[in-house]
């Protein structure tokens, strides 16, 4: 599998909502404060307000995470950003990164698949692709690395 | 700074399926079912069938391009039974075919499996659809 650099996305989280036990799990939503996102052929901003992370901590551990955003490029296209994600590791890295401290991201599973939509001919290679992003979840929001699968 | 992304292969899927049901232009698209009959998997972990009673539902875009989102049941060659879903895109003007498989099993076995993302490298062969599928390290 061949891939390479579509952009590097920096997420600031906001409001944390803890829904709580579900038949599935436990689920929380993640409002997200903005953030930005750089890459060779993209770069521009992540829109608050219509940007959400849905997330599921399942039974195994396991936190799956559905990511929504809406991106503003700085020539001003808009793109809808959607992902599902995994994230899972040792329970003290784990721990850790749920007390607000900055951990290896080596250390833990923390991986997803971006899916991109836009209605910009400038940007329309961005629909016809599958990405795969590792992220990094530092104590202000995490950071995501995005490749585009080759 | 930048993470690496690492993958390793996961399994090749080869997929048996029946005539197309040409289901038309919808409000939405225009829909293609694929319906899957049979099929095989292997690789270094894993191995076995591909059961009937799966299939693809294959749109048409604006753009010209699929995309596709598959279900299927697998069974491992030990009887261990795992549930797979892709979405993908195909683009054959870019000779881009590429999905984003996920498992599902209750087998301890295959466990690994729900914690897992993937990426298929899709190919139509003569005999049928096959996707290259790694794992995302």
């Known amino acids: 599998m061949n891939t390479r650099l579509l952009m590097m996305m920096h997420v600031k989280v906001g409001t944390l909502l803890s829904i709580g036990g579900v038949p599935h799990g436990v689920r929380r939503t993640a409002l997200l404060g903005g953030g930005a996102f750089e890459g060779p052929r993209l770069r521009g901003t992540i829109i608050p307000g219509c940007s959400t992370d849905w997330q599921l901590l399942r039974s195994d551990g396991v936190l799956e995470m559905d990511l929504r955003v809406t991106l503003r490029t700085d020539d001003g296209a808009l793109i809808s950003m959607r992902s599902f994600g995994l994230r899972h590791g040792p329970p003290e890295v784990i721990a850790a990164i749920g007390r607000g401290e900055t951990v290896d991201p080596s250390s833990y599973y923390f991986r997803t698949m971006p899916r991109f939509e836009t209605a910009h001919l400038q940007y329309s290679f961005l629909n016809r692709l599958i990405a795969v992003a590792a992220g990094d979840r530092r104590p202000e929001g995490p950071i995501y690395t995005i490749h585009e699968v080759l | ?137």
């Open chain 2, 1 to 137: 700074m930048s993470l690496a992304i690492n993958a390793r292969p996961l399994m090749e899927l080869r997929l048996e399926t029946a005539a197309t049901l040409d289901v038309g232009s919808t409000p939405d698209r225009t829909l293609t079912i694929f319906p899957v009959v049979g099929g095989s998997f292997e690789g270094e972990r894993l191995r076995g069938k591909v059961l009937a009673g799966g299939g693809d539902w294959v749109s048409v875009r604006g753009d010209g391009t699929f995309t596709l989102d598959l279900r299927v049941t697998l069974e491992t060659d030990d009887g261990g039974l795992i549930h797979m879903t892709f979405t993908g895109v195909r683009d054959d003007a870019h000779h881009y075919f590429r999905t984003a498989p996920r498992f599902e099993t209750a087998a301890p076995k295959y466990a690994f499996l729900n914690r897992l993302l993937a990426v298929g490298i899709g190919e139509i062969r003569s005999e049928g659809p096959v996707h290259i599928i790694e794992e995302i390290l």
